[in-house]
Nanobody, 123 residues
Framework: QVQLVESGGGLVQAGGSLRLSCAAS????????MNWFRQAPGRERDFVAG???????YYADFVKGRFTISRDNAKNTVYLQMNSLKPEDKAVYYC?????????????????WGQGTQVTVSS
């Protein structure tokens, strides 16, 4: 009922920046939490950042001070501004959304997911 389309991934040198976007379409009414997760090969899917419809934000410790999540409710779009990128940030980044409840860090709580976008950071 909700489709999420991501863009903005790519290859960047260490210390550089990327801005990811995720646009929601379909039955987008009452979507509350929108999150970014990431997953590297052989690793679990990790919470990166989340934002509520009321614009409360949440960040994983490893991105605090470097990444900023934002949201445009009128456009049904969430963004992730990534600065000071490190090689350790290389992963597939996914956006996810759910209608009800607060932002959580558990992937299974989110019924709607984007296709993922690859972020590669070179040394």
């Amino acid at each position: 009922q909700v489709q999420l389309v991501e863009s903005g991934g790519g290859l960047v040198q260490a210390g550089g920046s990327l801005r990811l976007s995720c646009a929601a379409s379909g039955r987008t009414f009452s979507i509350n939490a929108m999150n970014w997760f990431r997953q590297a090969p052989g690793r679990e899917r990790d919470f990166v950042a989340g934002i509520s419809s009321g614009m409360s934000t949440y960040y994983a410790d490893f991105v605090k001070g470097r990444f900023t999540i934002s949201r445009d409710n009128a456009k049904n779009t969430v963004y992730l501004q990534m600065n000071s990128l490190k090689p350790e940030d290389k992963a597939v980044y996914y956006c996810a959304a759910k209608r009800f409840g607060d932002v959580t860090q558990v992937p299974g709580a989110y019924p709607y997911w984007g296709q993922g976008t690859q972020v590669t950071v070179s040394s």
